[in-house]
């Protein structure tokens, strides 16, 4: 057990850095580039916690996570007990201490950041729910006695888990429905597994299981049963919808029909849920990347996610190319930095304008060309623009677009009476997450568009309080 110190010598405590795989190394395999931080770091760094009479970071955080609390736990050495404190706001803390961005948020509001390195919160999660993961002792919160009500969540991505992890403690009956083979939703089919180990995910369902929630996998609502049948038949009092913007979009570009180009949810759903990564043990469902060249269009973190896995699956040369600079681009800082360590060529400032192919209509080079800064955009980022002749043609085989996310359909195209916006994503209101059909709630990237995984978890818990509420009423 550490022992506090006071507030001027916690400053000088540096930064506990987390510990990774060599960055040679682990571009060529799967896993886990993030090593974890040993204990005689993570109580380093938990000495760094100032203990703010009011916690900004808590307000930082999109679940509310009890930071300072839980990082006393840990201070004192009481690990589970740390764990299960944050377990009382957030059900995946092994899955959100790993991909959260804590920069722009709990880490982002840390008073520390103001003159020293923000408190590093994340890696501490980390360390507390791994600990938790690793004796088996998981501090699960009480539940509340049964209510006799049900409530159907359609998608198990970390809104739907997070609001089901909520409802299930207020004693309700909770099912939720997957439309895919395998729980998790963009936890397990989008995020590769350097970043996030699918045993990790499943250790997270498995304690969310014993809390007494079904999950049901293989049922596509919207199609296999719609939301009034769901009502109807299947005798649910409440759903919330937690679809996910799974609908991919494209550069809209000559030769994006070649073999060989790919959207980025169907690559890294091959690479990760089709386990494309273990060819020892699988037929690799992608497209030879080993000793081609590879170039990954867009540069947030699924452009980080499958550039990074192209590397790792043998590609020669490994780009990014994105229309804009790197300070402009939406990835973490983190990934960035894990890519180029990794030998990831950047294109920066190089858009493409057609995809070449062979007599085959295989993909075999790109034309490529180059822009320029110009004024800030609606976003406030500077509008890209091409610079007249220049452009160039590069040889390709597999071209992975990584360009953005749109509203998954199948629910709205089934539920009339449920209003949606233009670009298809449902409406709900912002406070309640109610739609317009009674008894139906939506939240996460179907109704905000594609965000982080603990915005999403934000959105669930905010849901599984309004629908609390209106089982204990009926009011709509």
Not at 105 to 134: P, T
Not at 181 to 199: D, M, N, S, T, W
Not at 272 to 280: I, S, T, V
Not at 369 to 374: A, P, S, T, V
């Amino acid at each position: 057990m550490a022992e506090p110190l006071p507030p001027k010598e916690r400053v000088k405590i540096p930064r506990q850095g987390m510990p990774e795989q060599d960055a040679h190394q682990r571009a060529r395999n799967f896993k886990e580039v993030n090593l974890g931080l040993e204990v005689v770091a993570a109580e380093s760094e938990a000495q760094r916690c100032l203990s703010c009479a009011d916690p900004k970071c808590v307000q930082g955080c999109p679940v509310g996570v009890k930071i300072r609390d839980f990082v006393e736990l840990v201070l004192d050495g009481e690990y589970l007990k740390a764990a299960a404190k944050i377990r009382e706001d957030n059900v995946l803390p092994a899955v959100t201490g790993r991909v959260c961005p804590q920069e722009k948020q709990c880490e982002g509001a840390c008073i520390m950041g103001r003159r020293f390195s923000s408190l590093a919160i994340g890696n501490l999660e980390r360390f507390v729910a791994d600990y938790e993961l690793q004796t088996g002792e998981v501090g699960l919160p009480e539940r509340a006695p049964a209510t006799g009500k049900k409530v159907a969540i359609v998608g198990s991505g970390p809104a739907g888990l997070s609001c089901a992890g909520d409802l299930a403690l207020n004693g309700h009956d909770v099912t939720v429905f997957e439309a895919l083979h395998e729980i998790g939703g963009v936890l397990v089919y989008g995020i590769p597994e350097f970043r996030l180990p699918k045993a990790i995910v499943r250790g997270e369902i498995e304690n969310m299981k014993k809390m007494g929630i079904d999950f049901q996998t293989n049922v596509v609502i919207g199609k296999s049963v719609t939301i009034d049948e769901l009502f109807q038949e299947e005798d649910f009092d409440a759903v919330f919808i937690a679809t996910g913007a799974g609908l991919p979009q494209f550069l809209n570009i000559p030769g994006e029909h070649l073999g060989g180009v790919y959207s980025a949810n169907e690559f890294l759903t091959r690479v990760n849920l089709m386990k494309a990564y273990d060819e020892e043990n699988y037929d690799e469902p992608v497209y030879k990347c080993r000793d081609r060249n590879v170039a990954v269009i867009g540069g947030g973190n699924t452009a980080m996610d499958s550039v990074r896995s192209a590397m790792r699956l043998g590609a020669e040369h490994a780009y990014i190319v994105y229309r804009r600079g790197e300070e402009e681009m939406p990835a973490r800082a983190e990934e960035v930095h894990h890519a180029k360590d990794e030998g990831v060529e950047f294109l920066n400032l190089h858009n493409p304008t057609e995809f070449i192919g062979d007599e085959q209509g295989i993909l075999k080079a790109v034309k490529l060309i180059k822009m320029e800064l110009g004024e800030p955009d609606e976003s406030g980022r500077r509008r890209p623009q091409p610079i007249e002749g220049s452009e160039f043609e590069m040889p390709l085989d597999v071209a992975i677009i990584a360009v953005g996310t749109g509203a998954n359909p199948l629910v709205q195209s089934t539920t009339p009476d449920m209003a949606t916006n233009k670009w298809g994503y449902i409406i709900a209101d912002e406070n309640t997450l109610r739609t317009t059909k009674r008894g139906v709630f939506a939240g996460g990237d179907i109704v905000s568009g594609a965000a982080t995984v603990i915005l999403a978890m934000g959105a669930g818990r905010t849901a599984a309080k309004s629908i609390n509420e209106y089982l204990a009423t009926g009011e709509w």
